[in-house]
């Protein structure tokens, strides 16, 4: 686990696995902690990180609906949890669904004496609209396609756009059995002018980027999706994410449009 302040009040930790990232933003002596790192002990010494570095944690928000975005109570017991309405409307028709794709990483990857996943009804928000975090708003924007929920998020004051599963160096779009690639364009399409203005964009797995990278890793993933819809088999991965992993998820997209 790493962690990295892109402003005065935003630090970012990653995971080390699958680079996920959760990102601590601040305003007016308190903080929310976005999304979630992943191994048990890294979620046992983010408060302390968190405390050392001034982000008192008043509350929790998720990108989205992936289990591995759904940790923070691991770490902070007694913080609410906001998300966008799309996301609390999965979460009530996906019960204990989380829970079981946590116990299966963990029999996978040998993860032994977790407590078990606590998802106390979440906060439903608004998207569009706003979240308060001291004197300040964090403006929140609709972000589906991926799954068929999700919203970013905007801290204007620092200039970080914190998008959730989109605009990975890391990894390729992935459309999910629930996704959709029209509205992941159409996602993208939101973003652009967020990103166009950010000092940091924060995708939920990979590095931190600049406005300029952030850009440039948009316009190739609309080529690929584009080229996904239009040419299926024939579609070219984006730059640099050609691994096995990810042809494989590339396999899985053109299952899912076909």
């Known amino acids: ?54 982000f008192p944690i008043a509350g929790l928000l998720v990108t989205h609906g992936d289990w591995d975005h759904l940790l923070g109570r691991a770490a902070f017991a007694q913080a609410p949890i906001g998300c966008a309405e799309t996301t609390a409307a999965r979460l009530a028709a996906e019960p204990g669904a989380a829970q079981r794709a946590l116990r299966d990483f963990d029999d996978e990857h040998y993860v032994a004496a977790r407590p078990p996943l606590s998802l106390p009804a979440a906060q439903s928000l608004p998207v569009p609209g706003y979240c308060a975090v001291g004197e300040r708003e964090l403006e929140l924007h609709p972000a589906d396609g991926h799954t068929a929920d999700g919203m970013a998020l905007w801290a204007p004051w620092a200039g970080v756009l914190v998008c959730g599963d989109y605009l990975s160096t890391v990894e390729i779009p992935m459309i999910s059995p629930a996704g959709s690639l029209d509205a992941y364009l159409a ?27 952030a850009s440039a890793v948009l316009d190739e993933d609309e080529t690929y999706l584009r080229a996904l819809r239009e040419d299926g088999e024939r579609a070219g991965l984006p730059p640099g994410r050609s691994s096995a992993t990810q042809r494989a998820l590339h396999t899985a997209n053109l299952e899912r449009v076909a």
């Open 187 to 213: 996602t993208l399409a939101r973003l652009r002018d967020l990103v166009g203005r950010a000092s940091a964009v924060v995708p939920g797995h990979g590095p931190v980027m600049e406005s300029d990278r």
């Open 1 to 54: 686990m790493r962690a990295v302040a892109v402003h005065p009040d935003v630090v970012v930790v990653t995971s080390r696995v699958w680079q996920t990232t959760c990102t601590a933003v601040r305003a007016g002596g308190e903080a929310l902690l976005i999304d979630s790192v992943v191994y048990p002990d890294e979620l046992e010494a983010l408060p302390a990180l968190l405390e050392q570095a001034g």
